[in-house]
């Protein structure tokens, strides 16, 4: 049947943010198409609670406590995955993000900061995983968390979206290279109902104008990124490597902009 090739059985994930919003959401979504989840965040008790619901839905899990921006951490992290179960099947990166600031606020440190966060850090993970998982499991597949910024002109955010831009090139890049036993693919997130929008969701006009500016009417959920990273992530997208999906509401223009000063 079709809906056996989104199943994800006894496949081993590794989902990094997991503790909060859409990383939660795909670690419980891997969960219930049948993978066991290895949660990585920077706070204990969060990937504590994703790694519990994972386990209340009758899949293993593993929390491990994770800076991706600390090299020896990644290294922690993909060591404890296979000491744990033995193999290594899928890849999320999805920790990631960085504050808008105007570009002449923007400083040196803070820009690089932004590439290491969203883009450095995903490709030292995915170095050290991909032999993992040829090795263990002769092959597998990696979803790495973009976003609509990264071709979407948006003011205030130069940083982030120069993280997420280089992000989806390291996508097709990598996919081209790991072809056919890795596939790598990205989504494009839009605005999603997470704390990370809590700030235009939680006023009232702000809200209204983030509705009136998206074709389909509301802010994504975190389900419906989970959907896409299962296909992905799954049989279901077995001949899918170096796409970018985008998924965000059909938005073309910022739903909402923040404003900078002029010059």
């Keep these: 049947m079709i809906l056996d090739r989104f199943k994800l059985t006894d496949r081993i994930a590794i ?7 859409i990383g939660r959401g795909i670690a419980l979504a891997f969960a219930e198409a049948g ?19 994972v386990r209340e839905r009758g899949r293993r899990a593993l ?13 922690r992290l993909v060591a404890s995955a296979l000491a744990e179960f033995g193999r290594l099947d899928v890849l999320v990166n999805n920790a990631g993000g960085t504050l808008p600031r105007a570009a002449l606020a923007t400083s040196e440190r803070y820009f690089e900061t932004a590439l290491r966060f969203n883009v450095t850090s995903a490709f030292l993970l995915t170095r050290l995983v991909v032999p993992k998982m040829v090795e263990t499991a ?37 996919a081209a290279e790991f072809a056919p036993k890795v596939r790598v693919n990205a989504i494009s997130v839009g605005g999603v109902a997470t704390d990370a929008l809590a700030i235009v969701l939680t006023d009232e006009a702000l809200r209204a104008q983030f ?53």
Excluded: H
């Design 15 to 21: 989902v990094t943010g997991a503790g909060k919003g």
């Design 35 to 53: 993978a066991d989840v290895v949660c990585a965040a920077r706070t204990q008790v969060d990937i504590e609670a994703t790694a519990d619901a």
């Design 63 to 75: 929390a491990v406590k994770t800076d991706v921006m600390v090299s020896e951490d990644l290294e």
């Design 138 to 174: 002769g092959g597998g597949a990696i979803v790495n968390i973009s976003s609509r910024a990264s071709d979407m002109v948006q003011t205030g955010f130069a940083a982030y979206a120069a993280g997420k831009a280089a992000l989806n090139m390291l996508t097709r890049n990598l």
């Design 211 to 263: 509705d009136a500016n998206t074709p389909m009417g509301r802010p994504g959920t975190v389900e419906d990124i989970a959907a896409c990273a299962l296909y992905l992530a799954s049989p279901a997208g077995g001949w899918v490597t170096g796409k970018i999906f985008q998924v965000d509401g059909g938005t073309e223009w910022p739903a909402i902009t923040v404003p900078v000063s002029k010059l």
